[in-house]
Structures are given as structure tokens and as C-alpha cells.
């Protein structure tokens, strides 16, 4: 087949040189036309600007507030009002331990003592007696040393079972340390030792916001002078926090 050029215009119509053309490249296999240039053909026709502004992108209102945690015991005013009734609360209450009640183990000795113990919690291995194992043995050592008997003073502790990790800011938020407050006022002693810090505490005894030089002591209400004690188990590990302790006893007798 033969291509007849421009030159060609006087020998045929330019229509069959054309025609011809194509065939020529059809049967070379050219049946496409190419451009190297990319083109979006999907792509439709630009938006005619407006001088209206464009709409706020949407923001989703935050979420509502987390709603307070329950309290400890519940409403303060179905607390027991007698020391008897609140030792058997104590053992029974769902709502102390969200829901847990079991392993709990009561406070111990008279209503009205001479000395009131408080600490964080009993120790791993107690069942009917708090504070059966190293700890109370310690404590017992400390009782004798200030001549009162063991079982003359009153004992208990601020959660009804051995928990070794409490969360002390959630239990304060939850009423802990107002729970606390009650029991001490039903045992109504004459004075009180709160061994570690976690217990003087959420007794309100914050001894960063005093100016007196003796900050282990403080009062719980009106009237029940108290001493502020490290925790048991730091006296054991630190033997010369005796020491100390034994220096704030004899200071707190004598006051």
C-alpha cells in the first residue's frame, strides 16, 4: 500500500489519502494514540469561585462527666450509730469493698480505751484476730512499753481486709477518710496512734500544712489527742524509727 503525501492534492481527494493513512497504521498494529502528558479525564470542571466562606469543620460536643464514685459504706447517715452494730456492718457491707466481703477481719477490743490503734489494713495472714502475725507482735512490744495491755486497747484498721496495693487517693474521694472519722468517734478513746502516714492522712492530719515543730501530733475532732506514727511495717524495716517513736511517746505522755 502506498501513502500519497500533501503532494499528492491533484491525483485524489485528500479524504482517501487519509483513509489510506490509517490503514497503513492499523495493520502496522498502531491502533492508539499516545501523549506522554498524564491527564485526569475523570476529573470535572473546576468549582467558579464564590467569596462566601467555606463552613466550620464540625467538632463533636465533649462527653458528658464521669459520674462520682459510690461511696464507701454508702450515704454517711445510714452508717451504724453503736460500736457493736458497726463491727458486724463492717464483716458485711458490700458496699466497703465493692461487693467483696470476703476475708474481712473486725477491730478488737473495748469501747471507750485508753488508747485507740488505727492502720491501713490487716496483714496478709489475719482471719478472726487483726494484726495476728509480725506486726502485731510489734505493736503488742509498744503497748507493753507504755504500759497498757494488749487487749485494754482498742484496735482497727481503716479497710476490712489485707489489700497490698489500696489506691489511697480513689478510697480518700470515695469518703474513706470520713468513715474512718466515724468509727473513731463510735470507739470515743481517750487517745488514738495512727500507724502511717495513708491513716493520719485521711484522719485529716496533713503535717506539710503546720507550723508546729511536733507534726506527729494532732487531734481527731475536738477532743481525742493523737500521736502520728510511721507504719508498722517501715519500724520494722527502719530499727531506729523505734527510737523516734519511743521519743514521741514519752513527749505525748507527758503533754
Do not use: C
Not at 489519502?17 to 491527564?39: H, M, N, P, Q, S
Not at 500507724?195 to 487531734?219: C, I, M, N
Amino acid at each position: 500500500m502506498t501513502f500519497s503525501g500533501p503532494s499528492n492534492r491533484t491525483g485524489g481527494p485528500l479524504a482517501g489519502d487519509i483513509v489510506a493513512a490509517l490503514a497503513w497504521w492499523r495493520e502496522a498494529g498502531v491502533d492508539f494514540d499516545y501523549d506522554e502528558a498524564a491527564r485526569d479525564w475523570l476529573a470535572g470542571s473546576a468549582p467558579a469561585a464564590t467569596d462566601q466562606p467555606e463552613p466550620a469543620a464540625y467538632t463533636p460536643p465533649p462527653p458528658p462527666p464521669a459520674p462520682p464514685a459510690p461511696r464507701i459504706g454508702g450515704a454517711g447517715q445510714d452508717w451504724p450509730a453503736d460500736l457493736a452494730g458497726f463491727t458486724q456492718w463492717w464483716l458485711t457491707e458490700p458496699s466497703l469493698d465493692s461487693g467483696q466481703v470476703f476475708d474481712r477481719v473486725p477491730p478488737r477490743g473495748p469501747q471507750g480505751a485508753e488508747l485507740m490503734v488505727l492502720v491501713d489494713h490487716p496483714e496478709a495472714g489475719d482471719s478472726q484476730v487483726l494484726l495476728s502475725a509480725e506486726r502485731g507482735r510489734l505493736l503488742d512490744a509498744i503497748l507493753g512499753a507504755i504500759g497498757i495491755a494488749p487487749d485494754q486497747a482498742y484496735v482497727a484498721s481503716l479497710l476490712p481486709r489485707h489489700m497490698p496495693m489500696p489506691d489511697w487517693p480513689a478510697l480518700q474521694a470515695a469518703g474513706l477518710g470520713d468513715l474512718a472519722l466515724h468509727h473513731v468517734a463510735l470507739a470515743a478513746p481517750r487517745r488514738l496512734i495512727s500507724f502511717g502516714q495513708h491513716v493520719s492522712s485521711l484522719l485529716g492530719h496533713d503535717p506539710t500544712k503546720t507550723a508546729e515543730p511536733l507534726r506527729h501530733f494532732y487531734h481527731v475532732g475536738p477532743s481525742i489527742p493523737a500521736l502520728a506514727a510511721p507504719g508498722l511495717d517501715t519500724l520494722m524495716a527502719r530499727p531506729r524509727g523505734k527510737a523516734a517513736l519511743w521519743r514521741a511517746l514519752l513527749d505525748w505522755q507527758q503533754a
